[in-house]
């Protein structure tokens, strides 16, 4: 499984890039619109395999391939229109748009109609929370949210406080008594 390209752009087309790497090879990779305009470039990829497809997507970000990645997971959603919503969106407006439950976001886009929109909002809905001013992106698999729930608190009550958790706070440990201590003074 491919997971990261590094080259150099040789060919553009109107829905991919050829990219050759130092070993020699030319990949055709899927990527934002934004993406190419660049020469050089490197690549956190999504490797899409299917029974009659073997697709590569690639984004400048870890954090843009796991919107994309997420955008996925929802029924309805396929690579194309998940790449179509981070090209025109951008990352940000995507979770901002989840966190907020904003259907019109998501309708503006071509191919994404009121059923698509309606799908990504309820699915994803409990996977971001509201931050200052945009949408966070809570992982499945977040011990900080892990150890809330086994102290006796719902994830929903402990994910508006993760959104305000400071980035020097970087221990589970330390987010755990941030957000108790937050939860605290809310009581």
Known sequence: MIGFIQGKI???????????TSAGVGYKV?????????NEVKFFIHHHIREDTNDLYGFESS????VFELLLSVSGV???AALSLVSA?????????????DVSVFKSISGIG????????????????AGAG???????????????????????EVLPYLAKIPKDVKS?????KYVLKSAGKKS
């Open 63 to 66: 954090e843009d391939l796991l």
């Open 172 to 176: 589970v440990q330390d987010k755990v």
């Open 10 to 20: 040789i060919h553009q087309a109107a829905s991919y890039v050829t990219i050759l």
């Open 134 to 156: 945009s949408g966070i992106l809570i992982p499945e698999d977040d011990e900080t949210v892990e150890a809330l729930v086994g102290l006796g608190y719902k994830k929903s």
């Open 78 to 80: 396929g690579p194309k």
């Open 114 to 129: 009121n059923k698509v929109a309606a799908k990504i909002i309820v699915e994803l809905k409990g996977k971001v929370v």
């Open 89 to 101: 969106l951008g990352r940000d407006s995507i979770l901002r748009a989840i966190a907020d439950g």
């Open 30 to 38: 899927h990527v934002p619109f934004k993406e190419r305009e660049k």
